[in-house]
């Protein structure tokens, strides 16, 4: 039956029939068009007869569009004429002498069949248009929210240059060394008109990166701690089997760590960062996060943590964990082991007295004690280590957190890289055995390649440990230097996005007196007013700012 098929090939060697159905295909697409605009049919050779007519391959320049691709970084076409883009002859062969492939052919059809699509291919090759911006959605406003995050990158871009950054002067460094050591309050116009030129824009810059840090080692990196394994792994650390030198070195980081909390407490330190192996602990002073006493976050924790804090008789909450419609507390002061054990029985058999009112209970095997709590646990460790573990601990159980951090002997590796090495102290200002450092900063000029041309692109990367008032500092000294032009994209130490979650508050605060109490901690008052805010980003963090006419608009 097969052998009564005119042009049938067995082995798919002769396809004049899939060549017949092909430019059957391409001829009812010319029909489509209307009379005026019908392409000049090319000339074609006829075929041999003693060999089938074959169809050309494609050429191998001939790219297939990538479906996946954006949008707003297609490659720079040529101008077409305002009225309607030049029609290629599907079954000629077309300018260059390549042939269309299935693609290109599919592409045509649905150019005939929805004319519309031409419109917005042209409006998608305007310079100014952005599809990024909706992919998140975002927030417009004349001040940024508190973003109580780490950031370990910014990378700020510019159609104006950021030479201004780079090869400070020594007089300009050392100036900003003594404004940051004396908190000196500068205040910049809202546009500079040649900022190279502008020393006191220098000097704020370098004041704005520096920051305070204790342990300090040269050959090690101290920030991040977290997965810091293999970069430190093959580092030179004496203090890993010996003993002595490990005593030394925790004895003097209680000392700072002692020295930054007596800071906190007397509102002369805003907040500060302790950065071990395992979590990140977040102090704030009081009337910063929504709060009105001091206030200190952990994250992530595990349920041996927990369990320990609630040992040392520290009252804490988990803020992001709810059950039966209030927050979940733990607390070891009020009750002991046994009145808990007591009240827990006494639940187990509130919770089976209806099977009593029915007079089934003994019909119903009741689950014994040791499964319920084993169900409990389950549910214990199955967050650890997430976001949704982050514990808060309010007022005077702070006090009680500091002295169990300082004889926490799972403060520290024991092994590994990080052997014996004690937490990373981070701080705004300057405690008791803190070494000053600076942020690596530096400028970078790139061609960007635009719809027609290349042009100059300006870029100034930031790297190291960026807090919450340094980000503020930042993006105030660009929003004069870059006349309020310019976009951002922050990299965040992913542990610490939870910090910017709001904790319950007991009331609203009054934020004249919190500016008052907080005056003397170091800070400009535009960023302690920032942040002094109530957090909003929740279980999130600031991704990309971009400011156009001195207004924000970011993504989370």
């Known amino acids: 039956m097969a052998l009564?098929?005119?042009?049938?090939?067995?082995?798919?060697?002769?396809?004049?029939?899939?060549?017949?159905?092909?430019?059957?295909?391409?001829?009812?697409?010319?029909?489509?068009?209307?009379?005026?605009?019908?392409?000049?049919?090319?000339?074609?050779?006829?075929?041999?007869?003693?060999?089938?007519?074959?169809?050309?391959?494609?050429?191998a320049a001939t790219a297939r569009r990538n479906p996946f691709a954006r949008l707003d970084n297609r490659p720079p076409v040529a101008a077409e004429p305002r009225h309607g883009p030049p029609r290629v002859s599907v079954g000629a062969r077309p300018p260059g002498g390549r042939f269309l492939d299935s693609n290109?052919?599919?592409?045509?059809?649905?150019?005939?069949?929805?004319?519309e699509r031409t419109a917005v291919n042209e409006l998608l090759q305007t310079p100014?248009?952005?599809?990024?911006?909706?992919?998140?959605?975002?927030?417009?406003?004349?001040?940024?929210?508190?973003?109580?995050?780490?950031?370990?990158?910014?990378?700020?871009?510019?159609?104006?240059?950021?030479?201004?950054?780079?090869?400070?002067?020594?007089?300009?460094?050392?100036?900003?060394?003594?404004?940051?050591?004396?908190?000196?309050?500068?205040?910049?116009?809202?546009?500079?008109?040649?900022?190279?030129?502008?020393?006191?824009?220098?000097?704020?810059?370098?004041?704005?990166?520096?920051?305070?840090?204790?342990?300090?080692?040269?050959?090690?990196?101290?920030f991040p701690r977290i997965g810091a394994d293999r970069k430190m792994a093959g580092k030179t650390s004496p203090w890993s089997n010996d003993e002595t030198l490990q005593h030394i070195l925790m004895s003097d980081w209680s000392v700072s760590f002692t020295s930054l909390y007596n800071l906190l407490k007397t509102k002369l330190c805003p907040y500060f960062y302790i950065c071990t192996y395992q979590f990140t602990v977040l102090f704030r002073a009081a009337g910063l996060g929504g709060s009105d006493v001091i206030t200190a976050l952990i994250s992530p924790t595990t349920r041996g943590i927990r369990?320990?804090?609630?040992?040392?008789?520290?009252?804490?909450?988990?803020?992001?964990?709810?059950?039966?419609?209030?927050?979940?507390?733990?607390?070891?002061?009020?009750?002991?082991?046994?009145?808990?054990?007591?009240?827990?029985?006494?639940?187990?058999?509130?919770?089976?007295?209806?099977?009593?009112?029915?007079?089934?209970?003994?019909?119903i095997r009741k689950p014994d004690i040791l499964s319920i709590k084993l169900r409990k646990e389950k549910h214990e460790v199955q967050m650890d280590h997430r976001p949704e573990s982050v514990v808060l601990v309010k007022g005077t159980n702070t006090f009680t957190l500091l002295n169990f951090l300082i004889n926490c002997k799972s403060l520290i590796a024991t092994s590994g890289p990080q052997a014996g090495l004690p937490p990373t102290l981070l701080s705004p200002i300057a405690f008791r055995g803190a070494t000053m450092q600076v942020l690596?900063?530096?400028?970078?000029?790139?061609?960007?390649?635009?719809?027609?041309?290349y042009r100059d692109q300006f870029s100034l990367e930031i790297t190291g440990p960026i807090m919450p008032h340094c980000l503020h500092s930042m993006i105030t000294l660009l929003k004069s230097s870059q006349s309020g032009s310019f976009s951002a994209g922050l990299y965040t130490h992913e542990p610490t996005v939870v910090f910017n979650i709001c904790p319950p508050m007991d009331k609203v605060l009054d934020k004249e007196a919190v500016h008052e109490d907080l005056a003397n901690c170091g800070l400009h008052p535009q960023t302690l007013h920032q942040i002094s805010q109530t957090p909003v980003l929740g279980k999130s963090s600031l991704r990309n700012v971009e400011m156009s006419g001195y207004i924000y608009n970011w993504r989370s």
């Open 4 to 59: 009564s098929v005119p042009g049938y090939s067995p082995s798919f060697k002769k396809p004049p029939e899939t060549l017949r159905l092909r430019r059957k295909r391409v001829r009812s697409l010319g029909a489509a068009l209307p009379p005026g605009e019908r392409p000049e049919p090319a000339p074609r050779r006829a075929p041999r007869p003693d060999r089938p007519a074959l169809r050309p391959l494609p050429a």
């Open 104 to 115: 290109q052919e599919n592409d045509l059809l649905w150019e005939e069949k929805f004319p």
């Open 128 to 222: 100014h248009v952005s599809f990024s911006e909706s992919d998140i959605p975002s927030s417009e406003s004349t001040e940024l929210p508190v973003d109580w995050s780490i950031k370990t990158r910014l990378l700020f871009t510019s159609s104006q240059p950021f030479t201004w950054a780079d090869h400070l002067k020594a007089q300009e460094e050392a100036q900003g060394v003594v404004q940051h050591c004396r908190s000196t309050e500068v205040t910049l116009p809202q546009s500079i008109q040649d900022p190279k030129l502008c020393t006191e824009l220098r000097c704020a810059f370098q004041q704005s990166l520096i920051y305070w840090l204790h342990p300090a080692f040269p050959w090690l990196s101290m």
């Open 307 to 363: 369990e320990a804090m609630k040992n040392e008789g520290i009252e804490f909450s988990l803020p992001l964990i709810k059950a039966n419609g209030h927050e979940k507390k733990a607390s070891g002061t009020s009750l002991g082991h046994g009145e808990e054990q007591a009240i827990s029985d006494e639940d187990e058999e509130e919770s089976f007295s209806w099977l009593e009112e029915m007079g089934v209970q003994d019909k």
């Open 440 to 453: 690596k900063a530096r400028s970078i000029n790139v061609k960007a390649q635009g719809l027609s041309e």
